[in-house]
């Protein structure tokens, strides 16, 4: 498991992934895992990438919101079966114990990332792929997309990449214990009404309707979003009471901002205001 040999570089707009698709268009960075072929599984690389990819873009303040999304009517199939699952068994307790911390800091990586991610799924979405879904913040799903925590059927604990912590918060324990134990897939249909999908559209528009909430989401106020993110990843280890006066922090933080005075004058003009991100 060699160190990825393409750092990621500054600005995002201007970076070449090796083992993703990039685009970044007026604040929103499109995220493609591109391997139609097979589904678009992980490798030991492209965790890597990925995973300082979402670090990075705590260092550019260019990008607002990002979109991930599959290629060829996919998103993933999760890790590789030849690339990854064939060589961890030949791995003794050292080298496992260091690929499995590899794919825990992937989401990791999502979750400190300032941005607001928003998952596209389409087709299948499987194993780690289903955990890359799992830890962006927002998911539409397209119909007849299909949700899978896999790691039961290859003989692995449904403990992977911090699914017992977080698939519970999304959709409850009962609910996130059955698709753990069984790793049977979760429709589009039931993962909509179960609250790990925002909506479900048509298959030739999950992609423009993530992109559209992604533009929404990059025009508001990049300062307060960023809080919002940080607050609802924190308070999940507090109290109410201990939340509530996080909460008063935050806020009085953003009330220094500009966009904060912005947004008082254009409400006093009748007129929307327009954030500028500071």
Not at 133 to 140: E, K, P
Not at 151 to 158: E, P
Not at 191 to 200: D, H, K, L, T
């Amino acid at each position: 498991m060699s160190r990825a040999a393409n750092p990621v570089t500054l600005p995002l707009a201007d970076y070449s992934p090796e083992h993703f698709l990039l685009a970044v268009t007026d604040g929103v960075a499109l995220v493609t895992l591109n391997r139609p072929e097979r589904k678009n599984p992980l490798t030991f690389e492209s965790y890597r990438e990925l995973t300082d990819f979402f670090r990075a873009c705590a260092f550019d303040d260019e990008v607002k919101v990002i979109v991930v999304t599959g290629a060829g009517g996919n998103f993933s199939s999760g890790g590789d079966v030849f690339e990854i699952i064939g060589p961890l068994v030949q791995m003794d307790t050292k080298g496992l114990t260091a690929f499995t911390r590899m794919t825990g800091d992937l989401v990791k990586a999502m979750r400190s990332c300032p941005q607001p991610i928003v998952a596209a799924v389409e087709g299948i979405c499987a194993g780690a792929g289903a955990i890359v879904a799992m830890a962006s913040d927002m998911r539409l799903a397209a119909v007849g997309a299909k949700v899978a925590f896999l790691f039961n059927k290859v003989g692995l604990a449904g403990c992977d990449m911090g699914a017992c912590a977080i698939l519970p918060r999304i959709i409850g324990q009962s609910r996130a214990s059955e698709l753990l134990y069984t790793g049977r897939f979760m429709t589009a249909e039931e993962g909509e009404r179960w609250g790990f999908f925002s909506r479900i559209v048509a298959p030739e528009h999950v992609l423009s309707q993530a992109q559209l909430l992604a533009k929404q989401i990059s025009e508001g106020p990049t300062f307060a979003n960023t809080m919002t993110k940080r607050m609802l990843a924190m308070e999940w280890a507090m109290s109410v009471e201990e939340a509530i006066e996080a909460e008063a922090v935050a806020q009085a933080l953003c009330m220094t901002t500009a966009d904060f005075a912005r947004a008082f004058e254009a409400f006093s003009n009748k007129v929307k205001p327009v954030f500028q991100g500071n």
